[in-house]
């Protein structure tokens, strides 16, 4: 047997070397004439799937980590166990989407006419088929898209049944639930005409439409609590994050960008995080995309997760009530030190796997500096990035000191005017069904297995550690 001395380092190592070894053979750079994503997604899935029967047969008794008490005990963390084809996540590096990092995604996905973000059209494309669309793929996925965001009426009535004051993502994760009754994948399961080696057709279905309609349900419960229920149509002339900015009652042509970048950089972020895995988890009983998607709302839901972006600009915003606009470096350093000292801790800042600064951070900070340079929270905010990491270091307990995706997003929304952070975590959902979804079609086209770990108690932990010493 094979032990490492540390399955993090090895890790990063081996994720290295993929990368670096798939650049020669890589498709991704390469580009198709074929408009059609399910025509592309039929060429490519036999070549992954007769590559998973190898990998299987002849690479499967290697191991790849050695499992201790502590990752028992602590979430499992640094444990490799969980096939996830969309991104791959380093701890010094960041995310890759299919091997290509945020600033190469900035740099070659294709853009908006009007703007430099990447469209998140052209993220999707790229998730399902690792290759780069071209232009005119992007616009027509767009297209399709907005073709398939027709939302039934039930839809909002399921959502109107909880009182409006209800939190966000309940009202949005109820609404999710509802789409689940035009479910192709259950249609064609109960029917028993479909062979295994075919699930991901419905699933595929299932999953663009998903992702078509929940900037629609979303945008619905945010005009249901902050907007009197006004509600604002879907432009189908518009791209995914302009009009998810449009039907949120926004049509600056920044704050389309932003939405684009955002929607973009929250799409992925490999598979062991709550939300991923928790959709990952319920898909492998083969519930439809629906279904499992939901789950992955209600992971997403909490404060340790997808929550902590709205306690960012909560926190933000208490520094200013408590001690101007205007703080500077000694006072701000003095109140993180308070936060701290109260049992606290600094939202925004540390995370499971990144050891740096998250470069979802930095390309928003990019961002702000281009769009907002004066404005008082995000001067804040890069204040925060001086002070806040070295008083982390000195306490010596954190693994990480350094700002994540969290610390930064809810800065550039207030600024546009997207104020009620209670509403940010529906606008991580909405994004996160890029990457859940496009994984849960690969989880289908490979055949991935239900999973099922093994679970121990301490007694067990007890005797094993007793006998292995």
């Known amino acids: 047997m094979v032990f490492f001395r540390s399955v993090s380092a090895i890790s990063r190592l081996r994720s290295r070397a993929v990368q670096q070894s798939s650049l020669s053979n890589s498709v991704r750079w390469l580009h198709s004439s074929e408009l059609d994503l399910k025509s592309q997604m039929q060429e490519i899935i036999p070549e992954q799937q007769d590559r998973l029967k190898k990998l299987k047969s002849e690479q499967g008794k290697?191991?790849?980590g050695n499992i201790t008490v502590d990752m028992v005990l602590g979430g499992m963390r640094g444990m490799t166990g969980l096939l996830w084809e969309t991104s791959l996540l380093d701890a010094d590096e960041g995310i890759r989407f299919r091997g290509m990092s945020i600033p190469e995604c900035q740099k070659i996905l294709p853009s908006a006419e009007s703007g430099e973000e990447p469209l998140p059209e052209s993220l999707l494309w790229l998730l399902l088929t690792g290759k780069v669309p071209t232009k005119e793929q992007a616009n027509a996925l767009s297209t399709e898209l907005a073709h398939r965001a027709a939302v039934p009426d039930y839809?909002?009535?399921?959502?109107d049944a909880l009182p409006s004051t209800a939190h966000p993502m309940t009202q949005f994760a109820s609404g999710v639930m509802a789409l689940q009754v035009q479910s192709e994948f259950q249609k064609a399961y109960e029917q028993g005409d479909i062979s295994k080696s075919k699930y991901w057709e419905p699933t595929?279905?299932?999953?663009?439409?998903?992702?078509?309609r929940v900037p629609v349900v979303a945008s619905y419960v945010y005009r249901r609590m902050y907007k009197d229920g006004s509600i604002i149509p879907l432009d189908d002339s518009l791209d995914y994050g302009a009009n998810f900015s449009h039907m949120l009652g926004f049509d600056s042509p920044q704050m389309k960008e932003l939405m684009r970048l955002y929607v973009t950089i929250h799409s992925d972020h490999e598979g062991g995080n709550v939300s991923a895995h928790a959709g990952h988890l319920v898909g492998s009983a083969l519930s439809d995309p629906y279904l499992s998607f939901a789950a992955a709302l209600n992971g997403l839901a909490g404060p340790l997760h997808g929550l902590a972006n709205q306690e960012v600009l909560l926190w933000i915003k208490l520094v200013v009530e408590e001690c101007g606009e205007s703080i500077s470096k000694?006072?701000?350093?003095?109140?993180?030190?308070k936060t701290l000292n109260s049992g606290k801790v600094v939202p925004g800042y540390g995370h499971g796997v990144l050891r740096k600064t998250d470069p979802r951070y930095i390309c928003q900070r990019e961002f702000a500096l281009k769009h907002l340079p004066d404005d008082p929270l995000f001067q804040l905010v890069s204040k925060l990035y001086e002070v806040v990491p070295p008083i982390l270091t000195e306490l010596g307990k954190v693994k990480n000191p350094w700002p994540n995706v969290d610390a930064h997003s809810g800065v550039l929304l207030n600024y546009y005017g997207l104020t009620e952070?209670?509403?940010?975590?529906v606008l991580f959902g909405v994004s996160r069904s890029l990457g859940i979804c496009s994984q849960l079609i690969w989880d289908r086209a490979l055949g991935?297995?239900?999973e099922r770990p093994k679970s121990v108690n301490m007694d067990w932990l007890d005797n094993?550690?007793?006998l292995n010493r």
Request: no cysteine; glycine share 0%.
């Open 62 to 64: 290697v191991p790849v």
């Open 155 to 159: 839809i909002y009535k399921a959502i």
């Open 204 to 212: 595929f279905e299932d999953a663009l439409n998903l992702i078509a």
């Open 330 to 337: 000694e006072q701000l350093k003095d109140y993180v030190w």
């Open 421 to 425: 952070a209670r509403y940010y975590t």
């Open 448 to 450: 991935l297995p239900l």
């Open 464 to 466: 094993f550690t007793r």
